[in-house]
Nanobody
Framework: QVQPVESGGGLVQAGGSLRLSCAVS????????KAWFRQAPGKEREFVAT???????DYADSVKGRFTISRDNAKNTAYLQMNSLEPEDTAVYFC???????????????????WGQGTQVTVSS
């Protein structure tokens, strides 16, 4: 059973920073494409950032220049560094991974097979 586990969420003031972690047991998955999605109350889940097989990264326009996705293959962990946080970033953040190859970007929730339970990020104004 592949189970990503998120951590690092919390309450932060606008302009602050948080780093989310996504740990996945098993070295087999260290280079699998991983992504962060988020879901705010009453809204659909939306793409935030992804890192694919060769380390290429992609971001939603709303977080470009503020968020950075990375991974540590030795620790089987992906990260989302979030800077200059805004109240609009408040949401539950989910980590996802997939064993599949896609020729296009990995920005669709339907491309991912394994999901974590989510971690709450709240940004106060």
């Amino acid at each position: 059973q592949v189970q990503p586990v998120e951590s690092g969420g919390g309450l932060v003031q606008a302009g602050g920073s948080l780093r989310l972690s996504c740990a996945v047991s098993g070295s087999t998955f260290s280079t699998y494409p991983k992504a962060w999605f988020r879901q705010a109350p009453g809204k659909e889940r939306e793409f935030v950032a992804t890192i694919n097989w060769n380390g290429y990264t992609d971001y939603a326009d709303s977080v470009k220049g503020r968020f950075t996705i990375s991974r540590d293959n030795a620790k089987n962990t992906a990260y989302l560094q979030m800077n200059s946080l805004e109240p609009e970033d408040t949401a539950v953040y989910f980590c996802a991974l997939t064993p599949r190859y896609y020729s296009d970007t990995y920005a669709s929730a339907g491309q991912y097979d394994y999901w974590g339970q989510g971690t709450q990020v709240t940004v106060s104004s």
